[in-house]
Nanobody
Framework: VQLQASGGGLVQAGGSLRLSCVAS????????MGWFRQAPGKEREFVAG?????????YYADSVKGRFAISRDNAENTVYLQMNSLKPEDTAVYYC???????????????WGQGTQVTVSS
């Protein structure tokens, strides 16, 4: 599967953005999907994940719980990340990735999308 992320941009603190990740190639439905982010000088970190098929079990990092929501549209081969109440510390490049199951370990995910920049100004 190939992944194409989009939707990043510059937003003020308290604002919202919705990221999209479109998958092409093999069966999207059977892939768990995750969003990760990487800020300059920091390691890539787990943000949110959603299980495969229509089960749709979701998982979040504590830092985004209650503000971000991950969802998937299997008919459109797309996974979304709705980001609300954004904070300057959310500034990072956001990546989507596929895995056999949702984990918080970036090493379990392959392939990765190209990333989309999110910048939150104070």
């Amino acid at each position: 599967v190939q992944l194409q992320a989009s939707g990043g941009g510059l937003v003020q603190a308290g604002g919202s953005l919705r990221l999209s990740c479109v998958a092409s190639g093999r069966a999207f439905n059977s892939e768990a999907m995750g969003w990760f982010r990487q800020a300059p000088g920091k390691e890539r970190e787990f943000v949110a994940g959603i299980s495969a098929w229509s089960t749709g079990d979701t998982y979040y990092a504590d830092s985004v719980k209650g503000r971000f929501a991950i969802s998937r549209d299997n008919a459109e081969n797309t996974v979304y990340l709705q980001m609300n109440s954004l904070k300057p510390e959310d500034t990072a490049v956001y990546y989507c990735a596929a895995a056999l199951g949702v984990t918080r370990d970036a090493n379990d995910y392959r392939p990765w999308g190209q990333g989309t920049q999110v910048t939150v100004s104070s």
